[in-house]
Each structure stands twice: as structure tokens, then as C-alpha cells.
């Protein structure tokens, strides 16, 4: 995982440039961190060998923890208050077993680092001059994620496995509402949908094996904002 640490720590920095560059601008700029539960769909794992037809398989995955960041800022005064952007980082894994299917895949491995340019939305309500853009917001965000991966496939029977580190495009979309608790600070309940395919290969038993997956995730994340106005 050290890649994996060292794109945090890089998009971290990101993170706070992005927060610190649009101080600069005429915008209500905000931080979120957030944590929460990743449930997971049941891919079909579709097995391409050479010199060997096309095999399909089940897998299934369980529920695990998913964390991550996010900066950005509201164009309120610009009166464009219900609009706003941000960059989301976050990281999420699964390990997907065999379910079914008349392939050799025995388990496969999913680390994942979505980065994320959001365009977001949101409705102020409860308004009072202590929360000028809403003591209770409902929001929504989506953007097309950059995620990078880290996939292995490991096979049965001592077949070997595949192993693939890189990047790929997918889809982000997320909605929730945000409470004030304090004029700066709130606390938010949001839903989340993640899309990305991943396509390892490598060699089993001396043969070209191409291992291809879409993968779909349900996430459940709890955080707490502060917005600098």
C-alpha cells in the first residue's frame, strides 16, 4: 500500500491547496472529514485465457469501512449560493469471493483511492442571520472519479494470480443533508454511489489470463464540516 499512501499524502495537499487557493476568491469555503460503511454489489468476473473460451463468475464481497476528505467552497457571493465545486479523496477496499460460475477464481482484492471533482448543489433552509445560507441544507454532488486501484485475482489450486496498479475513470454521485449546529461548524448524513471496471492480467500457468469486473458500491458516511466565512 505504499502507493497508496503516497497518493494520500499527495492529494492531501491537494486538498488544502484547493482550500487555501479559494480564500482568495469571493466564496464560502468549506472542509469535510467523514467515515462510514462501503456495501458492496456482486460483480460477474468474466476470465479470458488464451487458447481458452470465456468463463464467468459470481463474487460477493462484505460490508467494510470507508473514509476520506473533502475541500471546496459555495459561490454565495456571487448570488449563486445553491452552486458550488469541491475535490473529494477518499479510500475504500473489498475482497470479493468466488459465489458461483464455472471458473478457478478463488478471491479477488479491490484497494481503492477515488479522487473526485465534484459539482454540487444544495437548498438552504432555516435561514437566520447566524446561518445566512441555511441552518439545515440538502445537497447533492457528482463528478467523473479518477480511481486508483491496486486489483489482485488470485486463482484456485495453486493456479497463481494476476495483480494490476493503476488508474481508471469511474462515476461519483452522492447526496445528503447537512445540519449547523454552530454558525461555523455542522454535522452531515450523506449517501453515496461509486461505478468503476477494472481489467488485470498477467500470466497463469504460462498463459495470457485477462481478468475483466465492473464494480458498483452503496456507501452510508457520516462527517462533520467547518465552513470558513
Given at each position: ?52 473460451a470465456r ?157 475483466e469486473a ?16
Open positions: 500500500m505504499k502507493r497508496v499512501r503516497m497518493w494520500s499524502a499527495a492529494v492531501a495537499a491537494g486538498l488544502l491547496a484547493v482550500v487555501l487557493w479559494s480564500g482568495s476568491v469571493s466564496a464560502e469555503v468549506f472542509f469535510d472529514l467523514y467515515g462510514g460503511a462501503s456495501s458492496f454489489g456482486d460483480p460477474d468476473f468474466t476470465v479470458t485465457r488464451e487458447g481458452r468463463e464467468t463468475e459470481r463474487g460477493s464481497a462484505d460490508t467494510e469501512v470507508t473514509f476520506g476528505g473533502r475541500g471546496g467552497y459555495w459561490f454565495d457571493r456571487q448570488g449563486l449560493r445553491w452552486l458550488g465545486v469541491a475535490l473529494d479523496i477518499s479510500y475504500f477496499e473489498a475482497e470479493y469471493t468466488r459465489e458461483g460460475g464455472t471458473g478457478n477464481v478463488a478471491n479477488v482484492k479491490v484497494q481503492t483511492l477515488p479522487i473526485t471533482p465534484l459539482v454540487m448543489l444544495r437548498l438552504p433552509l432555516l435561514e437566520s442571520p447566524q446561518h445566512p445560507n441555511g441552518q439545515l441544507q440538502l445537497y447533492t454532488g457528482a463528478g467523473p472519479g479518477i480511481f486508483i486501484l491496486d486489483t489482485t485475482v488470485r486463482f484456485r489450486s495453486g493456479a497463481g494470480e494476476v495483480s494490476e496498479s493503476g488508474a481508471t475513470i469511474g462515476l461519483d454521485f452522492r447526496a445528503g443533508v447537512a445540519y449547523e449546529f454552530l454558525p461555523n461548524w455542522a454535522a452531515f448524513v450523506e449517501y453515496r454511489f461509486t461505478y468503476y471496471s477494472v481489467e488485470p492480467e498477467g500470466r497463469v500457468d504460462d498463459r495470457k489470463t485477462q481478468v465492473d464494480f458498483d458500491a452503496h456507501h452510508v458516511l457520516f462527517g462533520i464540516s467547518y465552513r470558513f466565512r
